[in-house]
């Protein structure tokens, strides 16, 4: 009797400490990564924490506050596939667009997208799903804040909305090298010819299908261009 409790403490150990090292491995990967994404080890140190925050398809992207020895803040990427983590000092900032800077590879981020350079050429680009202020506030993007997006479109200049409420009434553009923004209210509101929107400021007139943008300047095309993507995100 004593043996058979004996063998049968063993085999209970022995399925225990199976089960353990099968899943320990899981459960602290999964902490990995928790503790990974928490605002107190995302910057270099704790009290270093993010003033701004995006999402892509592929990374989260934060913006470390300054310390003495880079007062623009740190820029940190980490992949949502492994965790990978890089670390690079802010090299630049004009407004919401943030660089940084290392050898011969630049990131670039804003609250519409980020784009890797090498030598000047850009091997990256990533539209920018959330853009979200140190407190917790979205950052202003295309649309005003309340305001629907029925179209997201862009070129190599611009990031391009169609918005409004209830049916669409306003064309807004944003300016892809400095995030200058130009609003102008529609026309025809999309409905005199299929998928085209037409709005006018002062003596500007864009017009925007499914293909290509258009501005003219008094009867003047002054810029056309293909779109490289277009979104029916609302109907």
């Known amino acids: 009797m004593f043996k ?6 063993f085999q209970s150990h022995l399925i225990l400490t199976t089960i353990l090292l099968t899943l320990f491995p899981l459960v602290t990967r999964a902490w990995g990564q928790q503790t990974t994404n928490s605002p107190a080890s ?12 995006y999402e892509t398809e592929k990374y989260h992207i934060y913006i470390c506050r300054g310390d003495r020895i880079n007062t623009l803040g740190y820029f ?3 992949a949502k596939t492994d965790g990978h983590k890089i670390t690079l000092p802010v090299t630049g900032n004009s407004g919401e667009i943030y660089r ?4 011969e ?20 680009r990533e539209r ?3 853009a979200i202020a140190g407190d917790g506030n979205p950052l202003a993007t295309g649309c005003p804040q309340g305001s629907k997006t029925f179209i997201e479109a862009e070129t190599n200049d611009f990031f391009l909305y169609i918005c409004g409420d209830s049916s669409p009434n306003s064309y807004v553009a944003v300016t892809r090298n400095d995030n200058e923004k130009v609003t102008a209210w529609l026309q025809n509101h999309g409905n005199q010819q299929p998928n085209q ?13 499914s293909e290509v943008l258009t501005i003219s300047s008094n009867g003047e095309v002054i ?3 293909r779109l490289l993507r277009v979104i029916a995100v609302a109907k």
């Not at 058979?4 to 403490?9: A, R, T, Y």
């Not at 995302?42 to 925050?53: A, F, G, I, Q, S």
């Open 42 to 53: 995302v910057c270099p140190t704790e009290n270093l924490l993010p003033k701004r925050r």
């Open 105 to 124: 590879i630049t990131h670039i981020i804003n609250p519409y997208e980020v784009t890797v350079n090498k030598r000047g050429r850009t091997i990256f």
């Open 76 to 78: 940190v990427r980490i």
């Open 128 to 130: 920018v799903e959330r």
């Open 223 to 225: 810029y056309k261009e």
């Open 197 to 209: 929107y037409v709005a006018v400021k002062g003596d500007l007139r864009y017009v925007l299908n």
């Open 4 to 9: 058979q409790n004996i063998k049968f403490l």
């Open 100 to 103: 940084a800077e290392k050898a």
